[in-house]
Nanobody, 126 residues
Framework: QLRLVESGGGSVQAGGSLRLSCAASGFAFGSDYMAWFRQAPGKEREGVAFISSQSAYKGYADSVKGRFTISRDNAKNTLFLQMNNLEPEDTAMYYC???????????????????WGQGTQVTVSS
């Protein structure tokens, strides 16, 4: 029943922008922390950004801070990731994730994720 469906990925040149969307259904979207993760071929999946249920708290990986912005529209059950000034190192499959609200050392950890989307590919060329 729970679904997370990403969209908005694509291929862009370095310095370009993309806006990813995640359509959520089957759960109380407005009650949960959400996050974006990414995974490049041969590398571990890493947290990119998180956002609390009512957008009171947001956080970013150092590698994307100042370039990416996470946001959500709870009325539309949708999570967003605005990605500006993209770099080739941003190339990866990007995943939408629902997170547990439990306290943990990092909200960018896979250990607190309890639901994943299917991913959307982002490719940045130099």
């Amino acid at each position: 029943q729970l679904r997370l469906v990403e969209s908005g990925g694509g291929s862009v040149q370095a310095g370009g922008s993309l806006r990813l969307s995640c359509a959520a259904s089957g759960f109380a979207f407005g009650s949960d922390y959400m996050a974006w993760f990414r995974q490049a071929p041969g590398k571990e999946r890493e947290g990119v950004a998180f956002i609390s249920s009512q957008s009171a708290y947001k956080g970013y990986a150092d590698s994307v801070k100042g370039r990416f912005t996470i946001s959500r529209d709870n009325a539309k059950n949708t999570l967003f990731l605005q990605m500006n000034n993209l770099e080739p190192e941003d190339t990866a499959m990007y995943y939408c994730a629902r997170e547990s609200g439990i306290q943990y050392t990092s909200r960018l950890s896979r250990q607190i994720v309890n639901a994943w989307g299917q991913g959307t590919q982002v490719t940045v060329s130099s």
